[in-house]
């Protein structure tokens, strides 16, 4: 299983925008470049995933680098409410499971 | 659509007794996937089912086992507990992807205490 690396934590103010990097040192070309996160005291949830190109949702943006080596989740305003663990996982095509990191704990100043 | 559903959400156990977890898929989806969670370890995989068959397991140990049902619904057992099974085991469900996406959703996980 590819092997990512992310800070242990971030602290972000409300309203601001939070930019979480990740490290896809191992990514391999049919690898997907998952995020979840998950809230305080719940299942971890998804958020975005993508392969080459960025990727925006109702939930975040995520911008991948050309060599792939490095991603980024984007929350444009962050709220309270995205204090969270989050998960840069890779996936390949087709697999089933995920395989956690330790994740960044992000906390929202008010 | 309701979410996953896991039962019960807390249990507690002594040393070698036997426990079953269940969870209810959402509805549709029929590929179930186990984990648990540990403060040491993190969240580490299970197993996977898929139309009542185990596809994936993860590294665990013969005591942990599963099985699915033809309504997808699926149960988790874990016989001879130790003191290190406690944890919070989470359920997740989720279409199978063909876009190379994998969106799994989490019920709230059963949190086992083992005395």
């Known amino acids: 299983d590819a092997k990512t690396t992310q800070p242990n934590s971030m602290e972000s103010n409300e309203e601001e925008p939070v930019h979480l990097p990740c490290n896809h040192s191992?990514?391999?070309?049919?690898?997907?470049i998952h995020w979840y996160r998950q809230l305080p005291s719940q299942g971890p949830e998804y958020v975005i995933h993508?392969?080459?190109s960025n990727v925006n949702n109702r939930m975040a943006s995520l911008a991948i680098a050309e060599d792939r080596k490095s991603s980024t989740l984007i929350l444009h305003r962050a709220t309270l409410r995205d204090a969270a663990v989050y998960y840069c996982i890779d996936i390949i095509q087709g697999a089933q499971k995920l395989v956690f990191g330790q994740g960044t704990r992000l906390t929202i100043n008010p | 659509k309701a979410g996953v559903t896991q039962t019960p959400r807390y249990l507690i156990k002594t040393r070698g007794q036997q426990v079953t977890l269940s969870c209810s898929p959402i509805s549709g989806h029929r590929s179930v996937s186990w984990y648990q969670q540990t403060p040491g370890q993190g969240l580490q995989f299970l197993f996977e089912y898929f139309s009542e068959t185990q596809r994936n397991k993860g590294n665990f140990p013969g005591r942990f086992s599963g099985r699915q049902f033809s309504n997808s619904r699926s149960e988790m057992n874990v016989s001879t507990l130790e003191l290190g099974d406690s944890a919070l085991y989470l359920c997740?469900?989720?279409?199978?992807?063909?876009?190379?996406?994998?969106?799994?959703?989490f019920g709230p996980g059963t949190r086992l205490l083992v005395l």
């Open positions: 191992t990514i391999s070309g049919t690898d997907y």
């Open positions: 993508g392969l080459t």
């Open positions: 997740a469900s989720s279409l199978i992807q063909t876009s190379g996406g994998l969106a799994q959703y």
